[in-house]
């Protein structure tokens, strides 16, 4: 099993490139989340999708665009990249069972290492 | 909000005990565990629901206190490979589908 796949793994970019970073996963899983990581600190929730067609925002979403057309795959979409964007960036899905989506535990892709020179 | 985590760092010997700390000023329904390896993914420990319900790893253990908004992460006769950064994530009302993760503990466990 693969679970969940992120591509690139690595990505530096210009100011005011556009990119997307890909996210799939074979789980059939419902849930699909984008967080990004700063040096040190913690994780900060983007974008957040409980099935294809429907997402949500986070806590950080401004300069970040998402879409769900499939289960499998939740790309991250940013527009005008900015310095303040370089980050590492992880894709996480998980199952929603009996009404709940926090009784099941998150499954992280390796990340994508993103750099905005 | 963010929930907050103490200690933000310990050092332990092999065998040693920690306690990690996961504190919220919301009601908490759940709060998820993972641990973080340097320049890796976080990886799944530990899950506690609201009424007691939990699901987890088989050496370390975890505790839920819904009125004081609190949980604690039990690490027992620590190994090495228990070094990485532990972070909570807390879920608030129970249809958001939002977990909001703590700043994280560093732990480093020396022979």
């Known amino acids: 099993n693969a679970g969940v796949t992120q591509t690139p793994k690595f990505r530096i970019l210009k100011i005011g490139q556009s990119m997307t970073l890909q996210c799939a996963q074979d789980?059939?899983?419902?849930?699909m989340y984008w967080y990004r990581q700063d040096p040190g600190m913690g994780l900060k929730l983007i974008y957040y999708?409980?099935?294809?067609?429907?997402?949500d925002k986070g806590e950080v979403p401004n300069g970040y665009n998402v879409s769900r057309s499939t289960t499998e795959d939740f790309p991250l979409r940013l527009e005008l990249a900015a310095p303040s964007q370089t980050s590492v960036y992880f894709c996480?899905?998980?199952?929603?069972?009996?009404?709940?989506?926090?009784?099941?535990?998150?499954?992280f892709g390796d990340g994508t290492r993103l750099s905005i020179l | 909000q963010q929930p907050v985590q103490s200690p933000q760092a310990v050092i332990l010997r092999e065998g040693e005990d920690a306690v990690i700390n996961c504190s919220s000023s919301?009601?908490?329904?759940?709060v998820h565990w993972y641990r973080q390896k340097h320049g890796e993914a976080p990886v799944f420990l530990m899950i506690?629901?609201?009424?007691?319900e939990q699901k987890g790893h088989d050496k370390i253990s975890a505790s839920f206190n819904e009125k004081k908004q609190q949980s604690s992460l039990y690490l027992t006769a620590s190994q090495l490979s228990y070094s990485g950064t532990y972070f909570c994530?807390?879920?608030?009302?129970?249809?958001?589908?939002?977990?909001?993760f703590g700043q994280g503990t560093t732990l480093q466990v020396k022979p």
């Open positions: 996480a899905s998980s199952y929603s069972r009996r009404g709940r989506w926090d009784n099941q535990p998150q499954h």
């Open positions: 789980m059939n899983h419902n849930y």
């Open positions: 999708s409980v099935g294809a067609g429907i997402t």
């Open positions: 919301k009601a908490l329904y759940s």
């Open positions: 506690l629901l609201k009424g007691g």
């Open positions: 994530g807390t879920g608030g009302t129970s249809n958001t589908g939002k977990l909001i």
